[in-house]
């Protein structure tokens, strides 16, 4: 399967009053309004968490991905559809130069349960999160470059 910004996002549109199962994420500490958001869903386990998109579909594994411009004004919340209630991880870019990947000195990152960031990335166990067969609801806080390290904005 050919490597492409669109895998998952067809699986994770969310409908119009979306019941579930799916993740309503509420977004906190933007640095900025520029460029877009990239929501992405995996399995809750070290393997799979942050793997190539492609390989995760070829094995037939959860993924779900959800790209929107970052809203002007106002809150900012992003719906994706799960396949089922179940324990995932998820993953936040803010990705303000509109490359699609994540820089370090550019790009805000962010992640479910808000682990304290360090150099490489979280393990699952402590992102994962338990969705029911409803809207689950989280807040993630964005981590941008601060200093020597990546840390929420003060």
Not at 24 to 40: Q, T, Y
Not at 97 to 121: M, Q
């Amino acid at each position: 399967m050919p490597s492409s910004p669109d895998l998952g996002k067809k699986e994770g549109q969310c409908r119009t009053g979306e019941h579930g199962p799916a993740l309503l994420v509420s977004v906190a500490g933007l640095k900025d309004r520029e460029g877009n958001l990239k929501l992405e869903v995996y399995p809750a386990t070290d393997t799979d968490f942050l793997a190539d998109d492609n390989l995760l579909l070829a094995a037939g594994k959860v993924f779900r991905r959800v790209e929107v411009p970052v809203p002007g004004a106002g809150p900012v919340e992003l719906c994706i559809r799960l396949p089922g209630p179940g324990t995932y991880a998820a993953s936040l870019l803010h990705d303000r130069d509109g490359n699609r990947k994540f820089g370090w000195r550019v790009d805000g990152i962010g992640f479910s349960s808000n682990p304290k960031l360090g150099w490489s990335k979280p393990k699952a166990a402590k992102v994962a999160f338990a969705a029911g067969p409803g809207l689950t609801r989280l807040s993630i806080v964005m981590n941008y470059r601060s200093g020597l390290g990546v840390a929420p904005l003060r």
